[in-house]
């Protein structure tokens, strides 16, 4: 169980304003945290990872990490951080950043299959793409097993392509190790496919708080329109079949006959369109 009940002061997007962020998280969730830019997202997580200041009370697991002003030191409290710019050693290999974490070598063998970079083991993050160096920073930050793993938008830089394989890493790391994971990201679909309980941040307070459906699952309005998005998830309801698909800011539930659940696919790009007040799907 993480507690957190801080205030920190901070200049926003529309000036000064109060970080005020009163919470608790189980452990083992995935929870992301999306709102609008300078609304507090990554000053909570570097908050929680002990990288900034801040007043009032931070308590994992029965281990206290603030208490008033008096803080835990960041390298005390067993946290991975995952950051856009990868932030790797570039004079050591693949295999080099991660045992520089910590040695042992079982662990880096087993994170480096996991996640097929064991080919890649003896390069330098030079000769490495993007994905792979975000692959490498996301192993590195397993090394200390840690308690909470905090990441800062890790695949906007990616291509779609990508981002899908390396969200699929990334929740296939998170149920083998069970880590808690807090994530900033702005993207609907990616917070869906990763996250359990979803934090919509505004002006330093927490605005919404619910799972991805009850966050971002909008109903659609009378007027015509056509969209594209990208299919996330079959339904069925008492023999009815629907498409969950993210369109933008949104996800929306489209019926579907059964030959349609057939022809399409998770992942696929579709036209939403609506007619008299009925979305269907175009594929």
């Not at 919470?23 to 929680?48: C, D, H, N, P, Y």
């Not at 900034?52 to 697991?61: K, L, P, Q, S, T």
């Amino acid at each position: 169980m993480i507690q957190l009940n801080i205030s920190k002061q901070l200049h926003g997007s529309n000036g000064k304003m109060e970080l005020n962020i009163k919470l608790e998280i189980q452990k083992g969730a995935f929870v992301a945290l999306a709102g609008e830019s300078g609304s507090g997202k990554t000053t909570l997580l570097r908050i929680v990872a002990g990288l900034e200041e801040a007043e009032g009370m931070i308590v994992v697991d029965d281990e206290v990490w603030l208490d008033g002003k008096k803080a835990l030191s960041p390298q005390k409290r067993g946290i991975g951080f995952v950051f856009q710019d990868y932030a790797l050693f570039p004079n050591m290999t693949v295999e080099e950043n991660l045992l520089f974490v910590e040695k042992d070598r079982l662990l880096a063998d087993e994170l480096l299959v996991l996640t097929e970079l064991s080919e890649l083991r003896k390069r330098l993050p030079s000769t490495l793409s993007g994905g792979q160096k975000q692959r490498v920073a996301l192993c590195r930050a397993f090394m200390k097993r840690p308690k909470i793993l905090l990441m800062d938008e890790p695949l906007s830089a990616l291509n779609p392509e990508m981002r899908t394989k390396l969200q699929t890493e990334i929740l296939m790391l998170h149920k083998k190790f069970g880590t808690t994971i807090i994530m900033v990201s702005h993207d609907p679909s990616e917070i869906y496919k990763l996250a359990e309980q979803v934090l919509i941040l505004e002006q330093g307070k927490i605005l919404k708080n619910g799972t991805p459906k009850e966050i971002y699952l909008k109903g659609v309005d009378e007027k015509k329109f056509t969209f594209d998005g990208e299919l996330l998830e079959f339904i069925e309801k008492k023999n009815l079949y629907f498409a969950l698909v993210s369109l933008g800011e949104e996800l929306i539930e489209v019926p579907l006959s059964q030959q349609e659940t057939e022809i399409l696919k998770i992942g696929d790009r579709v036209q939403i369109g609506s007619r008299e007040f009925s979305p269907t799907i175009f594929y």
